[in-house]
């Protein structure tokens, strides 16, 4: 199994920043991608950032050059960088990931699979 934790989320006045973090853990031979959704009240939910394990990066246009997605290999966790914030980047901002799990005895890939964090409340205040 593998589980994705999510922190870093708050109250924030518009033009402040955030740094939001994903943890990945558990049966992990290697990730593939991770990626930042995120869902405002009554909307659907949308793509901000996505990185590869190649370092191919892609955001959304409404973020672009003013979030910043960046991932510490070594930890498997993925970050979010959000500076100059406004009232409509408030949502909950969920992790996603494709991660290739390992056999049972530890040794061998298993299969690539999806899994998501809990998610992580983002406000900002105008």
């Known amino acids: 199994q593998v589980q994705l934790v999510e922190s870093g989320g708050g109250l924030v006045q518009a033009g402040g920043s955030l740094r939001l973090s994903c943890a990945a853990s558990?049966?992990?031979?290697?990730?593939?991608?991770m990626r930042w959704y995120r869902q405002a009240s009554g909307k659907q939910r949308e793509l901000v950032a996505s990185l590869t394990s190649g370092g191919r990066v892609n955001y959304a246009d409404s973020v672009r050059g003013r979030f910043t997605i960046s991932r510490d290999k070594d930890k498997n966790t993925a970050l979010l960088q959000m500076n100059s914030l406004k009232p409509e980047d408030t949502g909950v901002y969920s992790c996603?990931?494709?991660?290739?799990?390992?056999?049972?005895?530890?040794?061998?890939?298993?299969?690539?699979?999806?899994?998501w964090g809990q998610g992580t409340q983002v406000t900002v205040s105008s």
């Open positions: 996603n990931a494709g991660v290739v799990t390992t056999t049972p005895n530890g040794d061998s890939p298993n299969g690539e699979y999806r899994y």
């Open positions: 558990g049966t992990i031979f290697s990730i593939n991608v």
